[in-house]
């Protein structure tokens, strides 16, 4: 149980953002017209890699 409240004290970004993406429910819906609603998923997506490559690179800078 000690081991799952780190990962998610650590990767909390990362289950909020995969939680998001699976979720039917989005900000910008797919009704109003056809991949409207793919936007902000993407959105998503490309900020959560954002992240994962910052906190990559400060990791790597901290090993060093």
Known sequence: MKKLKQFFKENWIL????IY???PIDLIPGDMA???GL???IFVLISTS?????????KNKEDR
């Open 15 to 18: 289950v909020l953002s995969f």
């Open 21 to 23: 993406i699976v979720s």
């Open 34 to 36: 056809i991949g409207m």
């Open 39 to 41: 936007i902000d998923d």
């Open 50 to 58: 954002g992240y994962l490559l910052i906190r990559f690179l400060i």
